[in-house]
């Protein structure tokens, strides 16, 4: 039985991310992604259950690079003014998720999640994971007494449905091309003043 290694894993993710970009989701095959690893379907399948798996991890990976110091800047920010703290990671944020590249895989998996499960593997491996963060730190701020006690993950899931209106959806649905610096400042700020209308505490908005 041969053992899995990591690097093999990688180097499998690589080159189906190459094929995907190539051929799109329909066009690819395990078989065309197996011959430019120079190896098996069956080794393949070792790595990856379905060619949806795979094409989900190709997008996760990508996904990982942009979104995981963001998060992990949230998670060790110490300013005090929650507005400013929002603002930052709100236009770090949005600039990530309506980069080029992205918004094609978010369109990808929207394409696809109809006929397989990719968009609950999409989902829990990755936009899943962004909002646990997210709750994480709106938890600590509602300690702390700058948001009013509610459900944290709702009040997350509030948040990110905010910034997406005005930068993601008309991106996905094309009716804007890359946004601006100035465009995506400005949206943040319009997105982060009304959920903490919502959410704020009277000591915070007062603050």
Excluded: W
């Excluded at 190459?18 to 095959?29: H, I, P, T, Y």
């Excluded at 080794?43 to 989900?56: D, I, N, P, Q, R």
């Excluded at 603002?87 to 918004?103: H, N, T």
């Amino acid at each position: 039985m041969r053992v899995k290694t990591e690097a093999k894993r990688e180097a499998i993710v690589q080159v189906a991310s190459e094929v995907f970009r190539e051929l799109g989701f329909e066009g690819a095959s395990m078989m065309e992604i197996a011959a430019r690893v120079g190896g098996s379907r069956a080794t393949l399948y070792g790595y990856f259950a379905s060619k949806e798996e795979l094409f989900v991890a190709v997008i996760l990976g990508s996904a990982k690079r942009h979104f995981e110091p963001i998060l992990t800047a949230l998670a060790e920010e110490s300013d005090d003014n929650l507005e400013r703290v929002l603002q930052r990671f709100g236009e770090k944020i949005m600039a990530a998720v309506c980069s080029q590249d992205v918004i094609q895989a978010h369109r990808a998996v929207i394409a696809e999640s109809g006929r397989s499960d990719i968009g609950r593997l999409f989902y829990e491996g990755g936009p899943k994971q962004g909002v646990v963060a997210l709750a994480d730190f709106l938890e600590q701020q509602m300690r702390k007494n700058r948001l009013r006690p509610a459900d944290p993950g709702i009040a997350a899931q509030h948040l990110l449905s905010l910034l997406d209106s005005e930068t993601v959806r008309p991106c996905l649905l094309g009716l804007k091309g890359p946004l601006t610096r100035k465009e995506l400042r400005e949206a943040t700020l319009r997105a982060v003043q009304v959920f903490l209308g919502g959410y704020a505490t009277k000591t915070e908005a007062a603050a």
